[in-house]
């Protein structure tokens, strides 16, 4: 079922994975810097609304500066780096135990996440923090990721979180994200000017769409409207449907379910086809796997390729490299992003997977390429 087949509804409801963004002016009382502790809790409720029909759920947290320039008692006004860092690193514990003691009611776990850019760009360091998250979803916990301000600089940071939520959308093949600001949705106009139109979906993301958006409108807030239809553009080419919709209500998703006005950034793909158009397309292939017969049967029949399987390993590459799978004729019949490095692979191949500990001192997968990462051509 397509994005404009579904009505806005359904593209919260139905989609089997969300990731939700939330900002600092939602968490925090914009006078007393305190945890806005009656919305977080309506918030929570609504998480365990979705979890209890099924669906993923991963939260984009911002307000760790905002509750710990509080706590610091730092002047108001733009902190320096140094000050971000240290008010982020004290408002984590506030944020996290927040969290953890709301969710735990509803007998959900939380998992503090802290990422970098370099988390979601370095392939090693994006399959691991994926490969995190898709375990966690599968214990049941709900995980919560905010930028780790504590060490980020201003070269790597990402500046805000809506560009943050939109990686981790792509990331982990979500199918929905949202973002709850303070306003509910994209105008064509700043909405206070006279003939401001509301805009309830956007299907190309033009350079007269881009135009539309602001900047930050609170010090609370490094984002706005400019960030949101920024991360919109990478939420969509990763196969994922993206809502502005104004969080400021108590229960802010049952609110949207309920049909509050929002702008919905439709996708014109699956997150699954976006991901595979990317491997297969998008990556330069840095070394070559020839595999037997069994493996090929295993690879067209959807399965990961093991290292059993493996017969020779050509090319100097590292975990998280694109590589090309080929036949024992020659044939390129995949390309997938390996878990080994060569010179692993090389003492891996035609091994069984139980043997790897042994080999290489430390336990690691048991796939040379798992199946999400590999496309396998017809």
């Not at 959900?108 to 998250?133: F, G, H, K, M, V």
């Amino acid at each position: 079922m397509t994005s404009t087949s579904l009505s806005s509804i359904e593209r919260l409801t139905k989609a089997e994975r969300v990731v939700v963004k939330i900002g600092s002016a939602l968490l925090t009382d914009a006078e007393t810097g305190k945890l806005n502790r009656p919305w977080l809790q309506a918030f929570v409720e609504d998480i365990a609304t979705m979890r209890a029909r099924g669906q993923d759920v991963l939260i984009v947290s911002s307000g760790a500066i905002a509750l710990g320039r509080r706590a610091l008692k730092l002047a108001p006004g733009k902190l320096k780096l140094e000050e971000s860092q240290a008010a982020a690193a004290v408002g984590q514990i506030f944020l996290a135990h927040a969290f953890q003691e709301i969710l735990s009611a509803y007998g959900r776990n939380c998992a503090q996440i802290l990422l970098t850019l370099d988390d979601t760009e370095e392939r090693r360091r994006y399959l691991n923090a994926r490969s995190t998250l898709n375990t966690l979803l599968k214990f049941g916990a709900v995980p919560v990721i905010n930028e780790n301000d504590t060490v980020a600089t201003s070269e790597i940071r990402y500046g805000d979180n809506d560009r943050l939520a939109a990686r981790v959308a792509a990331m982990i093949s979500a199918d929905c994200l949202v973002l709850l600001s303070d306003i509910d949705g994209l105008y064509t106009a700043p909405p206070s000017m006279p003939g401001a139109t509301h805009l309830p979906e956007v299907t190309e993301i033009t350079s007269e769409i881009e135009a539309m958006a602001g900047d930050a409108a609170s010090e609370m807030s490094r984002g706005g409207m400019k960030t949101k239809v920024a991360a919109a553009k990478i939420a969509v080419e990763g196969g994922c449907n993206m809502a502005i919709g104004n969080g400021r209500h108590l229960h802010p998703l049952r609110a949207l379910e309920e049909g509050a006005r929002c702008t919905w950034f439709l996708a014109h793909n699956t997150p699954f086809a976006a991901r595979k158009r990317w491997i297969s397309g998008g990556l330069k292939t840095l070394g070559t796997l020839t595999i037997d017969d069994g493996a090929v049967r295993a690879l067209n029949a959807g399965k990961s390729l093991l290292p059993a399987g493996v017969v020779t390993v050509e090319g100097t590459f590292e975990r998280g490299d694109a590589v090309s799978v080929r036949d024992t004729e020659g044939r390129e019949i995949a390309r997938g992003l390996i878990t080994y490095s060569s010179a692993d692979a090389e003492r891996l191949k035609g091994r069984n997977s139980s043997e790897i500990e042994h080999l290489l001192g430390f336990a690691g997968r048991a796939e040379m390429i798992h199946r999400d990462d590999l496309v396998v051509k017809n």
